[in-house]
C-alpha cells in the first residue's frame, strides 16, 4: 500500500495532495471530526474523494461530500448546499461570509436546488458559506448537522428547518439576513481616492483648476532635471552664456509660473473640500431618512453622530489635502520617472526596478495601517454611544449604585481604544517611514550607480547632475506622500463607516408603482399577519382583524403583548413579515407611501419638541397649511388660548426638545399637529402615560372629542376609557386573543374580563387627587384574601396616595425598605441584576398590579428593584400601619393569622419568582441557542 502511495505522489499528485490535505485539516476542525487512525489512511480516503472528484467536479468538494456522507450520515440532497458552503468556508476566510449583501442572499430552497445541480458560481459558493457559518453561529454544529441530516429527499426544506431549529425556514432566511454585517469589508486607499474623484466630479472648473495646476507643477519639477543637464554638459561645460542665459530664463519663468499654479491648487481644493463635504452630508443625512426603522436598529446613535462631526473633518481634511497632495506628488514622480527615461535609458531601469521594490513595501504595511483606521472608528464609535447612554441614564446609575461597574466598563472601553489608537498611529507613521526608507535606499543605489557608470565615460556628468536633482525631486514628492498618507489611512476609516450607511439600500418601503388613496375609508383589515423584529421571534403571529371605519378601536393587553406594533404596521414603519393589511380593498403596500402617510397621524407618549416656534411645530403636520388651518388645529387640540396669552404667541421658541412648555402643553401641541392633518386614521400610542393625572385627564377629554368620525386606534394600558369604544383588541403573546366590545368580552370572562377586573374598584377622581379602592378589591389581592373585613377596612384607610415621577425608583434589590404598594395609574419595571452588571427585566406592573410585599415582613429583602416607567398614581401601606393593624389581632405572643397569612403567600411568590429567575438567568447564559421547543412560529 505504501509503495502504491508512494507511485502515485511521484505520479505528479504531489500539489493536489496538498490542497486536499489543507482542506481536510479545515474541514475536520469545522466539523469537530476525530483525525483518522493513520496518515496513510487519510491519504488514501484523501485520493479515494479525490479521484470520485472527476470531470469538472473540484476534488476538494468531494473530499468534503465525502467525509459529510461517510463520516455525518448527511443525505445525497445536503451534499450539495453543505458541501459547497463548508469547502467555502474552510477554504475563505469566513469573515468573507459576513459581507454577502442583503439583497443578494435570496431563498435557501433556490440555493439548494441550484447546488443539487452543481451549477454552483462563485456567489452560489459564497452564499452557501454564509448560510452554513450562520446555521453554525446561530445553532452550532448539532443545528447544523440536524438541518443537514434532515435534507432527506422529499422533505419539504420548510419541513427540515422546523425540525432542526424550531423556526420556519422563512424565519430562519430573515434571521440570517439579520446576521449578516451591514459593514463593508476594509477597503483601501485607491477606492477612497476613486470615490473622492466621483464627489468632485459635479465641480468640473474647480477641478479643471485643479489639474492644471497640478499639470503645470508637474511639468516645471519635469524639466528641470533636463534643463539642469543643458545648464551643466551645454552652457557651463561648454562656457555657452547663450545656453546659460535661457535655461535660467526657463528655469526663473518656469517657478513664477509653478507658484501661480500652487495658488490656483490652494484655491480650488479649499473650494472643492467643503463643497464635496456638504454633498456628503446631504447623502448620509437622506439616507438616514430613507431608511427602515427595522435598518437604523443596527446603527449606534454615538455612531451616527460622530459620523457628522470626527468623520467628516477627517474626510475633509483628506480631501484638501492627502488626496490632492498624493495625487500631486505622484504625478510629479511619474514626471521625474519619463525625464529619468529621457535622459538614459539604462540609469531609468535600474531606477525603475529599484523603486518597483521600493513601493511594494509600504503597500502592504498601508493595508495594515487602513484596517486598523477603520478598527479605531468603530471603537470610538462604541464609546461615544457608552458615554450617550451613561449621560442619559445617569440618574439610574446612581441609584442603582452600578458607578464602578460603569467604570470598568468605560475602563474597557478606553483599553480598547488605546490598543486601536496604538495600532493605528504605529501603522499610519511606519508606512510612511518604510516608504521614506524604501526610497532613500533606492535613491543611494541609483546615485552610486550613475558615479560607477560615469566614471567609465558611459554617462556624462550632466546627466549624474540632472539625476540627482530627479531623484531629490522623488525623494521630496515621497517623503511628502509618506507625511500625506497617515491622515489620508485616518479617511479611508473614516469614509469605511460612512460607505457602510450610504451602502444600505433604501429601505423606507415605497411602493413602486404606488397608487394613491383618495377614497373615503371604509374599512381596516389585518389578514393573518406576522412579524418578527430581529428574525428571532414572531413578535406579532396571525393576526386577523376586520372592521368598519369610522370606529372607535381600543389595542389592550399585557406590555410586551404587540398592541405598538400593529401600530407600527399600520403606519408601515416596518412591513409584515407575512400576512398583509387592507384599507378597504387595497394592501398597504400597494398604496404610495406619501398617500398612505397623509391618511394618518399617530400621537405617542414621546412628546420632545422641534427646536423652532410653536407655529412651526404645528406646521411640520403639513407644511401647506394657512394660519387660519394652523389656529383651528390648535383650537381643537384646545391649546390656541394658551398659545394667544404667550407674549410672542405663536412665535414663542420652544427651546430644546420644548422644554420650556409642560408636559401636557407639549402633547397637545404635538395633537395639533396630528390634527392639522385631518388625518382618517389617528392612531394613539399610549398617548397620556408620559403625563401627570390632571393633564392625562384633560388631554383624554380632548382626544374623545378630537377622535369622533376618525378610524382610531388606541393603544392604552388604562381600560377606562374601553366602554366607550366600538371595539376592543385584546392582545397576549403577540396574538390577537379577544376582540368584542366591553360587555361581550366581560361576558366571555377571559383576559380582557381578569384585566378589568384588576383595574375595576381602584377609581381615580379629582383629576388624580383622589384614588379609590374597595375593600372588595383588596381582597383579591392574594395577601388579603383571609384577612377579616374589620382589618381590610383599617388596611384601605391607612393607604397613602402617592404621585411618582416617571423613572423613579421605589424599592432595591437586596435592601429590607420600601412600602407596599398597588398601582393605580401606570406601569412599573421590577428587574434584577445580574452579575455582569446588566438588569434583567422581570415583569411589567400595570395597574391592578401590587409589589413590595416583602417590605411587609421584618427583615425579608427585596428580590427585585421597582422603577415606575410612566408618570404613576400609588396607594402604599407601610409596615408599622400593617404591624399595627397585625397586633389589633395578636392574643399570644405568636404571630398574628394576618402575618401568617403574609408570610405563607409571601413564599408562595417567592419560589415562582425564583423558579422564573433561574430560568431566565439560564436561558440569557446561552441566548444562541434557543430551545427548538420554544417554537415562535
Ligand atoms: N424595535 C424593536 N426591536 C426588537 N424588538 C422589539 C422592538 N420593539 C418592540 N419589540 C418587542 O416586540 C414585542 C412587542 O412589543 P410592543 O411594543 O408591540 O408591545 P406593547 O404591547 O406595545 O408593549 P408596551 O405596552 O410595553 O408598550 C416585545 O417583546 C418587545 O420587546
Known amino acids: 500500500m505504501k509503495q502504491q502511495l508512494r507511485d502515485l505522489l511521484q505520479g505528479g499528485l504531489n500539489s493536489n495532495i496538498r490542497r486536499l490535505d489543507k482542506v481536510e485539516k479545515e474541514v475536520r476542525a469545522l466539523l469537530e471530526l476525530e483525525p483518522p487512525e493513520s496518515p496513510e489512511e487519510r491519504l488514501s480516503a484523501n485520493l479515494r474523494a479525490g479521484a470520485a472528484g472527476r470531470g469538472d467536479q473540484d476534488p476538494a468538494l468531494a473530499l468534503v461530500q465525502h467525509l459529510l456522507a461517510e463520516r455525518l450520515a448527511c443525505p445525497q440532497r445536503a451534499l ?493 414603519n416596518y412591513d409584515a413579515t407575512s400576512g398583509s393589511i387592507y384599507l378597504n380593498d387595497t394592501d398597504i403596500r400597494d398604496i404610495d407611501n406619501r398617500s398612505l402617510r397623509s391618511l394618518m397621524a399617530v400621537v405617542n407618549q414621546d412628546t420632545t419638541l422641534f427646536e423652532g416656534s410653536i407655529a412651526y411645530n404645528i406646521r411640520i403636520g403639513r407644511m401647506d397649511a394657512s394660519d387660519e388651518e394652523l389656529r383651528r388645529a390648535a383650537k381643537a387640540a384646545e391649546i390656541h388660548d394658551f398659545i394667544a396669552s404667550l407674549p410672542a404667541g405663536y412665535d414663542t421658541n420652544v427651546g430644546e426638545g420644548g422644554k420650556l412648555l409642560s408636559g401636557g402643553q407639549r402633547q397637545r401641541i404635538v395633537i395639533a399637529r396630528a390634527l392639522l392633518r385631518d388625518p382618517q386614521i389617528l392612531l394613539l400610542d399610549e398617548a397620556t402615560s408620559a403625563l401627570d393625572a390632571e393633564a392625562e385627564a384633560a388631554i383624554n377629554s380632548t382626544l374623545a372629542k378630537v377622535s369622533a368620525d376618525r378610524a382610531l386606534f388606541s393603544v392604552t394600558h388604562r381600560l377606562a376609557s374601553c366602554p366607550d369604544m366600538d371595539l376592543i383588541c385584546v392582545f397576549r403573546d403577540g396574538r390577537l386573543v379577544e376582540q368584542g366590545r366591553h360587555d361581550e368580552l366581560l361576558r366571555l370572562g377571559g383576559v380582557y374580563a381578569g384585566m378589568w377586573e384588576k383595574q375595576a374598584d381602584i377609581s381615580i377622581a379629582n383629576a388624580g387627587q383622589d384614588v379609590e379602592i374597595t375593600v372588595d378589591r383588596l381582597r383579591k389581592i392574594p395577601l388579603f384574601a383571609n384577612v377579616p373585613d374589620a382589618d381590610l377596612e383599617r388596611i384601605r384607610g391607612k393607604l397613602r396616595v402617592e404621585e411618582v415621577e416617571a423613572d423613579t425608583v421605589l424599592s432595591i434589590e437586596g435592601t429590607t425598605a420600601g412600602r407596599f404598594y398597588i398601582i393605580a395609574r401606570g406601569t412599573v419595571e421590577s428587574s434584577v441584576l445580574l452579575g455582569d452588571g446588566s438588569s434583567l427585566t422581570m415583569e411589567i406592573l400595570e395597574v391592578g398590579d401590587f409589589f413590595g410585599e416583602f417590605a411587609l415582613i421584618e427583615g425579608l429583602p427585596n428580590p427585585t428593584t421597582c422603577r415606575t416607567r410612566h408618570p404613576c398614581l400609588l396607594l402604599s401601606l407601610s409596615r408599622q400601619d400593617l404591624r399595627h393593624i397585625a397586633d389589633l389581632h395578636r392574643s399570644t405572643s405568636e404571630q398574628s393569622d394576618l402575618e401568617k397569612e403574609i408570610a405563607a403567600t409571601l413564599d408562595r411568590r417567592l419560589d415562582a419568582k425564583l423558579d422564573e429567575l433561574m430560568s431566565r438567568r439560564l436561558g440569557s447564559a446561552n441566548p444562541k441557542r434557543p430551545a427548538p421547543a420554544q417554537a415562535a412560529d
Open 80 to 572: 450539495g448546499l453543505f458541501g459547497v458552503g463548508i469547502l467555502h468556508l474552510a477554504t475563505h476566510k469566513s469573515e468573507e461570509s459576513r459581507y454577502v449583501g442583503l439583497d443578494d442572499i435570496g431563498d435557501v430552497e433556490g440555493l439548494a436546488a441550484r447546488l443539487d445541480l452543481k451549477a454552483a458560481g462563485p456567489e452560489d459558493a459564497l452564499r452557501a458559506g454564509a448560510f452554513t457559518r450562520f446555521l453554525l453561529d446561530a445553532y452550532g454544529l448539532e443545528g447544523m448537522l440536524a438541518f443537514a441530516r434532515g435534507m432527506e429527499k422529499g422533505v419539504p426544506l420548510d419541513e427540515v428547518a422546523r425540525k432542526a431549529t424550531g423556526k420556519s425556514l422563512a424565519m430562519l432566511e430573515l434571521q440570517w439576513g439579520e446576521t449578516l454585517s451591514r459593514e463593508q469589508p476594509a477597503k483601501g486607499l485607491w477606492p477612497f481616492v476613486v470615490w473622492t474623484v466621483g464627489l468632485l466630479r459635479p465641480y468640473r472648473l474647480f477641478c479643471i483648476l485643479l489639474v492644471v495646476g497640478i499639470l503645470i507643477q508637474t511639468a516645471y519639477a519635469t524639466m528641470m532635471p533636463i534643463w539642469l543637464n543643458d545648464l551643466f554638459d551645454d552652457g557651463i561645460t561648454a562656457q555657452n552664456a547663450a545656453v546659460i542665459w535661457r535655461t535660467l530664463a526657463l528655469l526663473v519663468g518656469g517657478f513664477l509660473v509653478t507658484s501661480a499654479a500652487g495658488v490656483a491648487i490652494d484655491f480650488s481644493v479649499s473650494t472643492l473640500g467643503p463643497r464635496a463635504l456638504n454633498d456628503v452630508r446631504t447623502q448620509v443625512f437622506s439616507k438616514l431618512l430613507a431608511l427602515s426603522s427595522r435598518s437604523l436598529n443596527h446603527f449606534k446613535s454615538g455612531d451616527i453622530v460622530s459620523m457628522f462631526s470626527a468623520d467628516m473633518q477627517v474626510i475633509e481634511n483628506a480631501i484638501v489635502r492627502a488626496v490632492p497632495g498624493i495625487v500631486s506628488k505622484g504625478f510629479l514622480m511619474l514626471g521625474s520617472l519619463i525625464t529619468a527615461v529621457i535622459l538614459d535609458w539604462r540609469m531609468a531601469i535600474a531606477t525603475i526596478s529599484l523603486l518597483v521594490v521600493a513601493f511594494w513595501l509600504p503597500r502592504r504595511v498601508g493595508r495594515l495601517a487602513v484596517r486598523a483606521a477603520y478598527a479605531r472608528k468603530v471603537e470610538d464609535g462604541k464609546l461615544a454611544g457608552f458615554i450617550r447612554e451613561s449621560v442619559q441614564l445617569l440618574p439610574v446609575i446612581r441609584i442603582l449604585g452600578i458607578g464602578a461597574h460603569r467604570r470598568e466598563q468605560f475602563d474597557g472601553h478606553i483599553d480598547d481604544i488605546y490598543q486601536a489608537s496604538h495600532r493605528q498611529f504605529l501603522m499610519g507613521e511606519l508606512t510612511g517611514r518604510v516608504t521614506v526608507f524604501a526610497i532613500s535606499a533606492a535613491q543611494l543605489g541609483i546615485i552610486g550607480l550613475g558615479a560607477i557608470l560615469s566614471l567609465n565615460g558611459t554617462v556624462s556628468g550632466g546627466v549624474v547632475v540632472a539625476y540627482i536633482g530627479l531623484l531629490l525631486a522623488f525623494g521630496g514628492s515621497a517623503g511628502a506622500i509618506a507625511a500625506l498618507l497617515p491622515p489620508a489611512i485616518q479617511a479611508v476609516g473614516s469614509w469605511q463607516r460612512v460607505s457602510t450607511v450610504l451602502a444600505q439600500p433604501d429601505d423606507i418601503p415605497e411602493a413602486a408603482a404606488g397608487t394613491v388613496f383618495d377614497a373615503p375609508l371604509e374599512r381596516v383589515a389585518f389578514d393573518n399577519v406576522s412579524f418578527s423584529y430581529s428574525g428571532d421571534r414572531l413578535n406579532l403571529q396571525d393576526v386577523s382583524l376586520d372592521t368598519p371605519t369610522p370606529r372607535r378601536i381600543a389595542l389592550v393587553g399585557p406590555s410586551g403583548s404587540g398592541k405598538s406594533t400593529v401600530i407600527n404596521l399600520l403606519s408601515r
